[in-house]
């Protein structure tokens, strides 16, 4: 079975705070995502990343930046965490190959900057 | 751009009874995802359907693929409170690796 892990389910920061969100999958994936999912607003793609060192902005990419040294993680980075950064943070990996391209998501990171 | 919309966007019934929600877009899809989300948790693929006028079957849960590969719909027979879950609906972006979701469907059954 495909697992994504993420580092932590909860995260309490303050306003200002450098924040890392961690992603690990051990299916040997080509592709990562990081989304943010807000009441009303459903799955927002915030970057994808193809392979090692190399990323794509999503749709909401501003805020944000990511690190993918290593195929199996991806990180997220909060640079100067902000209140409307509280969210629910979902990673999610997916093969290059075949036409489909499912997704296999983590349990999610519910953040929340104060 | 690929849109895929769901209906309705809230579905409250009580367990036993049927239900079917719905996933449009006026494009066409190589394929369209399921993924059922439950409370704090992320989403968990349920099914992949690829070929127009495709129907799939995971025990009680009724997936079809329209003719023209433009929607989907899910059916659940004899809803159960395990069935309560945020129901997502997700295609390929052409030409990209990524997908677009639609906005889903909560759907909670009642004891």
């Known amino acids: 079975d495909v697992k994504v892990t993420q580092s932590s389910r909860y995260l309490v920061k303050r306003t200002g705070e450098k924040v890392f969100l961690e992603c690990v999958q051990d299916m040997d994936h080509e592709n990562m995502f990081w989304y943010r999912q807000d009441p009303g607003l459903g799955l927002r793609l915030i970057y994808f990343s193809y392979d090692v060192k190399m990323k794509e902005k999503g749709d909401i990419p501003e805020g944000y930046s990511v690190s993918r040294e290593k195929k199996e993680r991806f990180s997220l980075i909060l640079e100067s965490a902000s209140t409307n950064q509280t969210s629910m943070y979902l990673c999610?990996?997916?093969?290059?190959?075949?036409?489909?391209?499912?997704?296999?998501f983590g349990p999610g990171t519910r953040l929340t900057v104060t | 751009t690929q849109l895929l919309e769901q209906s309705p966007q809230f579905l409250s019934i009580q367990e036993g009874e049927n239900l079917t929600v719905y996933c449009n877009s006026s494009s066409v899809f190589s394929s369209l995802q399921w993924y059922r989300q439950e409370p704090g948790e992320g989403p968990v693929l349920l099914v992949t359907?690829?070929?127009?006028?495709e129907v799939k079957k995971l025990k009680r849960l009724t997936f079809q693929f329209g003719d023209a590969r433009k929607d989907s719909s899910l059916h659940i027979t004899a809803a159960q409170p395990g069935d309560t879950g945020l129901y997502l609906c997700a295609g390929p972006i052409q030409g990209a690796q990524k997908l677009v979701f639609g906005q889903g469907t909560r759907l909670t059954i009642n004891p």
């Open positions: 359907v690829v070929t127009g006028g």
């Open positions: 999610a990996s997916s093969r290059r190959t075949g036409h489909s391209y499912e997704q296999y």
